[in-house]
């Protein structure tokens, strides 16, 4: 590919027009790739298992399965972000590489897989949060629980908002005022965006918790836009910090630098071909150290842009979940989704305001109706009992 073209393809960063039936049915189309490579992967996830095998396996699928959607036109398909999965108080963003097999799951682990895919520059992605056990039909509660189920409900929270007119002000919020029913943080450094083609960071932003070095921006959430909601828990102060080990998931960028080596440019024309403008792993590579001998260069001018593997504290659990929501005329469509996990906490959201956002319906009613009344005041939302 030539400098030219990969300039164009770095231009094609749209808003996709979700009044098109076809936008919306690709959409769908890398939802349920992403939807059936996140069961795949949670499937595999017992102890015993090895972490880099798992992301190995979230890619594969992804790729094999993308490659039957769309199949006869000539449409760019595949991984949006490769598979990460992230252990107990490891946040997010960890892909080792294949010669790396040190991470295995441990019983009662709490596991986070991350991954997305797309069809046309069209991304859906998804992140699920797990207990890894050997017994699936085992109940967990106390802090475990705790922190899943704030990710759990605070996600739930922000899909009903996403509704023109509302805020990130208030979406963020919410997801901290749901973090503290359950005694936990929502976890700096973390944001919804608005995905645009082949842009999964987009150019809106829904900060989860607001510090020093993260300011909530005011966007206003307006019909026909596409968002990634990731929400992260931490049962610990919620200040995550990012890992000394290096970035193995990168993302290329509109940059364009004369390379010396001949590696950088091997590996940068590599990362073109493969991926375009989406995400991907080191591990994706031919030649894992000759990609490995040409990242600093790509790195220091700006070329790649890395996603740190970030964490909290030992002994700090966090949970996370992500799913991609369409704004549709009429209508918030969750497009990605997993079962969740048989946990219970102790906790439960009784404050009636949190309960009334969770009694809002994903379909929005015509301005133009009469109102209904006011139904009865729902009963307390606790031990994931929400409709999905």
């Known amino acids: 590919m030539s400098d030219t073209e990969m300039m164009d393809d770095a231009a094609d960063m749209t808003v996709p027009n979700l009044s098109n039936p076809e936008v919306v049915d690709k959409f769908k189309a890398a939802a349920d790739v992403a939807n059936r490579a996140l069961a795949v992967v949670v499937q595999a996830a017992v102890p015993g298992a090895v972490v880099v095998d798992l992301c190995a396996l979230g890619d594969s699928t992804i790729t094999t399965m993308a490659e039957g959607v769309y199949a006869k036109m000539k449409v760019e398909r595949g991984i949006a972000f490769p598979t990460c999965i992230s252990p107990n108080n490891i946040c997010g963003h960890y892909s080792p590489l294949a010669s790396d097999r040190s991470a295995v799951l441990k019983e009662g682990d709490l596991v986070k897989v991350d991954l997305g895919a797309h069809v046309d520059g069209l991304i859906a992605t998804a992140a699920h949060s797990f207990v890894c056990t050997a017994n699936p039909q ?110 193995n998931v990168y993302r290329r960028t509109s940059e364009q630098v004369l390379l010396k080596m001949k590696a950088s440019r091997a590996l940068l024309g590599e990362a073109t071909r493969k991926f375009g403008d989406h995400a991907f792993s080191l591990r994706a590579f031919d030649d894992e150290n000759k990609a490995l001998l040409g990242l600093k260069e790509c790195v220091a001018n700006r070329l790649l842009d890395p996603f740190p593997v970030f964490y909290e504290r030992e002994g700090v659990l966090t949970a996370q979940f992500k799913f991609t929501v369409l704004i549709l005329k009429g209508s918030i469509q969750r497009i990605t989704a997993h079962p969740l996990p048989f946990v219970s906490s102790e906790h439960s959201i009784t404050e009636p305001r949190l309960l009334s956002i969770l009694q809002m319906g994903t379909k929005r009613k015509n301005a133009n109706k009469k109102k209904r009344r006011n139904k009865k005041a729902p009963a307390a939302a606790d031990k994931m009992e929400v409709d999905q």
């Open 138 to 247: 085992q109940q967990f509660t106390g802090p475990i629980a705790d922190v899943i189920c704030a990710a759990h409900f605070a996600g739930e929270c922000a899909l009903r908002m996403c509704r023109p007119g509302k805020t990130s002000e208030e979406i963020s919020q919410v997801i901290q005022d749901v973090a503290a029913v359950f005694g936990c943080n929502a976890l700096e450094g973390v944001s919804s965006r608005r995905m645009l083609r082949n842009d999964l960071l987009g150019d809106k932003a829904i900060v989860n918790k607001p510090s020093k070095d993260q300011k909530v921006d005011h966007i206003v959430i307006e019909e026909n836009e596409v968002y990634s909601i990731d929400i992260i828990m931490s049962t610990g102060t919620g200040e995550s910090k990012d890992s000394e080990e290096r970035a």
